[in-house]
């Protein structure tokens, strides 16, 4: 790992010695006051990517992970040390087909402690063992024999099944791509004991994915322009039922910028998902009580082990704002 040094005006780069703010914050009913406080800002932190995405907090480390996926880097940031490349170079490295190149996407920090990693170029989904080497080894590469279309975010329950998304957005034609091998764009669950199913093919961008406190619901995100909404699923054995809309941003999306992509479930059951206008605050009846108005396209959002700061990957900054206390 080296420090970063701004060399250039678009090398990514950590704030020193100053506070930089953007945004604001819209209320919509008085229970968004129960998680955002009056005086708080949305802090950029860090800034120059080209577009950055899965942020996972590693309490091992104290600090966040977070990749950028066009340049292929993975980055890591600290209160005390600012931005470091954590790893480079990592998430297209020509095993397979693919004429994009992206790097990597979504993170996740499985029961054991491994870095758990969506490999966009690589359309694979790999584990880092060893956090001092760039070696990483495979967690499923396939489906029915077939290429995934890019594995672009992730999130396990208590039983270590892994469920993750499958969108085309690393192809670089998309759906028309020759290499696209999967005729759908799924939702999977990889089983603890290493059962690899699809839950979900009807969804036409399927990308952030999350599951509820009490692990009975699966929340996924459909970054359509056509069809923005989230879903949600009963989460069973044999798979998932009774699929609702839990969330219709279509309103929402033709007065603001960006589309649903990477969310989180808070402790309480509230829902951050990025989306149009920003991050959206949803509570469990689906009520939209508010939103955090980043200005930029919002990605993805993590929280740190503390549930002190929501961390936001906003289009070329990683950005930050305080969190009421549970």
Same mark, same amino acid.
């Given at each position: 790992?080296k420090?970063?040094?701004?060399?250039?005006?678009f090398?990514?780069?950590?704030?020193l010695?100053?506070n930089e703010?953007i945004?604001?914050i819209?209320r919509?009913?008085?229970?968004?006051d129960?998680?955002?406080?009056?005086?708080?800002?949305?802090?950029?932190?860090?800034?120059g990517?080209?577009?950055?995405?899965?942020?996972?907090?590693?309490?091992k480390?104290?600090a966040?992970?977070?990749?950028?996926?066009?340049?292929?880097v993975i !980055?890591?940031?600290?209160?005390?040390?600012?931005?470091d490349?954590?790893?480079d170079?990592?998430?297209?490295?020509?095993?397979?087909?693919n004429?994009?190149?992206? +790097?990597?996407n979504?993170?996740?920090?499985?029961?054991?402690?491994?870095?758990?990693?969506?490999?966009?170029g690589d359309?694979?989904i790999?584990k880092?063992?060893?956090?001092?080497?760039?070696k990483?080894?495979?967690?499923?590469?396939?489906?029915?024999?077939?290429?995934?279309?890019s594995?672009?975010?992730?999130? !396990?329950?208590?039983?270590?099944?892994?469920f993750f998304?499958?969108?085309?957005y690393?192809?670089?034609? +998309?759906?028309?791509?020759?290499?696209k091998?999967?005729e759908?764009?799924g939702?999977?669950?990889?089983?603890?004991?290493?059962?690899?199913?699809?839950l979900?093919?009807?969804l036409t961008?399927?990308?952030?994915?999350a599951i509820?406190v009490?692990?009975?619901?699966? !929340?996924?995100?459909n970054?359509d322009?056509?069809?923005?909404?989230?879903?949600?699923y009963?989460?069973?054995?044999?798979?998932?039922?009774n699929?609702?809309v839990?969330f219709?941003?279509?309103?929402?999306?033709?007065?603001?910028?960006?589309?649903?992509?990477?969310?989180?479930?808070h402790?309480?059951?509230?829902?951050?998902?990025?989306?149009?206008?920003?991050?959206?605050?949803?509570?469990?009846?689906?009520?939209?009580i +508010?939103?955090?108005?980043?200005?930029?396209?919002?990605?993805?959002?993590?929280?740190d082990n503390?549930?002190?700061?929501? !961390?936001?990957?906003?289009?070329q900054?990683?950005?930050?704002?305080?969190?009421?206390?549970?």
């Amino acid at each position: 790992m080296k420090k970063l040094i701004l060399l250039f005006l678009f090398t990514p780069y950590i704030l020193l010695g100053q506070n930089e703010f953007i945004g604001s914050i819209e209320r919509l009913t008085p229970e968004m006051d129960n998680f955002i406080s009056k005086d708080s800002k949305i802090e950029i932190i860090a800034k120059g990517f080209s577009w950055s995405e899965g942020p996972v907090w590693s309490k091992k480390l104290n600090a966040l992970l977070f990749s950028d996926v066009p340049n292929n880097v993975i !980055y890591k940031w600290d209160e005390k040390n600012g931005l470091d490349v954590f790893i480079d170079k990592i998430g297209y490295s020509g095993i397979v087909p693919n004429l994009n190149k992206s +790097g990597t996407n979504g993170l996740i920090i499985d029961h054991d402690g491994n870095l758990i990693i969506c490999m966009h170029g690589d359309r694979r989904i790999v584990k880092l063992t060893n956090w001092k080497s760039n070696k990483v080894f495979p967690v499923i590469t396939s489906f029915n024999n077939k290429l995934f279309n890019s594995p672009n975010d992730l999130v !396990y329950n208590s039983k270590k099944d892994l469920f993750f998304t499958d969108p085309p957005y690393g192809l670089k034609e +998309g759906d028309n791509d020759k290499l696209k091998e999967l005729e759908f764009n799924g939702v999977f669950r990889l089983s603890n004991n290493g059962k690899l199913e699809v839950l979900i093919k009807n969804l036409t961008r399927p990308n952030g994915i999350a599951i509820s406190v009490d692990e009975k619901t699966l !929340y996924v995100a459909n970054s359509d322009s056509k069809n923005p909404v989230i879903m949600k699923y009963q989460i069973t054995d044999e798979g998932v039922n009774n699929p609702e809309v839990f969330f219709n941003g279509t309103e929402l999306s033709e007065k603001e910028i960006g589309l649903f992509d990477g969310l989180k479930v808070h402790p309480t059951g509230m829902v951050f998902a990025t989306g149009p206008g920003g991050v959206l605050l949803i509570n469990q009846d689906g009520i939209h009580i +508010g939103t955090i108005k980043t200005e930029v396209r919002s990605a993805n959002c993590a929280f740190d082990n503390k549930f002190e700061y929501l !961390y936001m990957t906003s289009h070329q900054y990683l950005t930050r704002i305080k969190i009421m206390d549970l």
